[in-house]
């Protein structure tokens, strides 16, 4: 996903006060030494006397007299390098300890390693982008690694479970978080990597996906969370050019980031606007490999119904449908907490 000029600069920013920082701390440092070590200022003095010399004489007139003093002035200075470091042992310094300490030693916090992007700098972009996900403020701050499966029914076999007799906790072992798991650990493959959750209202579709995005969060890659209804109301402003809340910067990381997240489609009003935009964003992000999720309480023979044909083949062709049954998550917290009071 393409960074927006205001969001390089941010990094810009972010990258420039790093190393700022590194080098005054290096400055600190260096007089710190040089006030417990007289003769440090003189030896650091002369070695930029040689520095000096040296780049004089790369650009001599008489190449083989500079030459010759290049060669002069490397010996000088590695001699002048080994006094100083055993200098700075005998008083208890590190050699390295005079040395500017970056954040991300790899590029000296430039963000770049041989003009291609440091995972330094990749690091600072997920995240900026990330913070504005949309995830909601009720989702989980752990990933998939650490899901609990304790949170479901396992009293009795979900009557609603069509030819097999599993309790809700059983089905989600079985068949839902593996899966779940899986697409994590995939997700950095080629291609696009799609799901469609359906099932009751309550029974923690939305729950996982927030637990998708965070594992993958924290592998920096960009996620963004949006409810049908937002993401329709956002695709309105931005085609009457209502868009004074940054509607369309949000919509550009909708379309291009690397996981999106639809969250209870089926809920929205729903016209024949929104279905050309639906279709229009499945179909875009199926040809460029991104990847996304949505979730509804709607099957998908529902959602041919309410969306047609081209959007439903759509999903049954590129997308993964993973049911969810069973007990109403939230119905069952609500009367464990009203048993306790």
Same mark, same amino acid.
């Given at each position: 996903?393409?960074?927006?000029?205001?969001?390089?600069?941010?990094?810009?920013?972010?990258?420039?006060?790093?190393?700022?920082?590194?080098?005054?701390? $290096?400055?600190?440092?260096?007089?710190?030494?040089?006030?417990? *070590?007289?003769?440090?200022?003189?030896?650091?003095?002369?070695?930029?006397?040689?520095?000096?010399?040296? @780049?004089?004489?790369?650009?001599? #007139?008489?190449?083989?007299?500079?030459? #010759?003093?290049?060669?002069? =002035?490397?010996?000088?200075?590695?001699?002048?390098?080994?006094?100083?470091?055993?200098?700075?042992?005998?008083?208890?310094?590190?050699?390295? $300890? /005079?040395?500017?300490?970056?954040? =991300?030693?790899? =590029?000296?916090?430039?963000?770049?390693?041989?003009?291609?992007?440091?995972?330094?700098?990749?690091?600072?972009?997920?995240? /900026?982008?990330?913070?504005?996900? %949309?995830?909601? %403020?009720?989702?989980?701050?752990?990933?998939?690694?650490?899901?609990?499966?304790?949170?479901?029914?396992?009293?009795?076999?979900?009557?609603?479970?069509? %030819?097999?007799?599993?309790? $809700?906790?059983?089905?989600?072992?079985?068949?839902? *978080?593996?899966?779940?798991?899986?697409?994590?650990?995939?997700?950095?493959?080629?291609?696009?990597?799609?799901?469609?959750?359906?099932?009751?209202? %309550?029974?923690?579709?939305?729950?996982?996906?927030?637990?998708?995005?965070?594992?993958?969060?924290?592998? $920096?890659?960009?996620?963004?969370?949006?409810?049908?209804?937002?993401?329709?109301?956002?695709?309105?402003?931005?085609?009457?050019?209502?868009?004074?809340?940054?509607?369309?910067?949000?919509?550009? #990381?909708?379309?291009? =980031?690397?996981?999106?997240?639809?969250?209870? @489609?089926?809920?929205?009003?729903?016209?024949?606007?929104?279905?050309?935009?639906?279709?229009? /964003?499945?179909?875009?992000?199926?040809?460029?490999?991104?990847?996304? *999720? *949505?979730?509804?309480?709607?099957?998908?023979?529902?959602?041919?119904?309410?969306?047609?044909?081209?959007?439903?083949?759509?999903?049954?062709?590129?997308?993964?449908?993973?049911?969810?049954?069973?007990?109403? @998550?939230?119905? #069952?917290?609500?009367?464990?907490?009203?048993?306790?009071?």
């Amino acid at each position: 996903m393409s960074l927006t000029a205001e969001q390089y600069n941010e990094i810009k920013r972010v990258l420039d006060g790093r190393r700022a920082f590194a080098y005054r701390d $290096q400055s600190r440092k260096q007089e710190e030494a040089e006030k417990a *070590i007289p003769a440090l200022s003189d030896l650091n003095e002369e070695l930029m006397r040689i520095n000096r010399e040296e @780049l004089s004489a790369r650009f001599a #007139k008489d190449r083989e007299a500079g030459k #010759k003093k290049v060669s002069e =002035c490397v010996k000088m200075r590695r001699d002048l390098l080994k006094t100083k470091k055993d200098l700075l042992k005998e008083y208890g310094f590190r050699p390295d $300890q /005079l040395e500017p300490s970056f954040t =991300c030693r790899k =590029c000296g916090d430039t963000g770049y390693v041989e003009n291609e992007k440091c995972s330094c700098f990749a690091s600072l972009e997920a995240e /900026l982008i990330n913070r504005e996900s %949309g995830l909601p %403020g009720f989702l989980p701050v752990f990933g998939m690694e650490k899901f609990s499966s304790a949170v479901y029914d396992d009293s009795a076999p979900m009557p609603d479970l069509p %030819g097999r007799k599993l309790t $809700q906790k059983a089905y989600m072992e079985k068949n839902v *978080i593996p899966w779940m798991i899986r697409y994590v650990e995939e997700f950095d493959r080629p291609g696009s990597h799609n799901l469609f959750l359906t099932g009751p209202s %309550g029974t923690g579709k939305t729950y996982l996906t927030g637990c998708v995005a965070k594992s993958l969060m924290d592998r $920096q890659n960009t996620v963004i969370y949006v409810s049908a209804a937002e993401l329709f109301d956002m695709y309105r402003k931005a085609a009457r050019g209502d868009e004074p809340d940054g509607t369309a910067s949000r919509l550009e #990381k909708a379309e291009n =980031c690397d996981l999106l997240i639809i969250d209870d @489609l089926g809920t929205e009003a729903i016209s024949d606007f929104s279905v050309s935009r639906l279709f229009s /964003l499945i179909s875009r992000r199926l040809s460029t490999g991104s990847s996304t *999720i *949505i979730s509804s309480n709607c099957d998908l023979n529902e959602i041919s119904r309410m969306y047609g044909e081209r959007i439903s083949s759509r999903i049954m062709g590129g997308y993964t449908v993973i049911g969810f049954f069973g007990t109403d @998550l939230r119905l #069952k917290k609500a009367r464990t907490k009203g048993d306790r009071t």
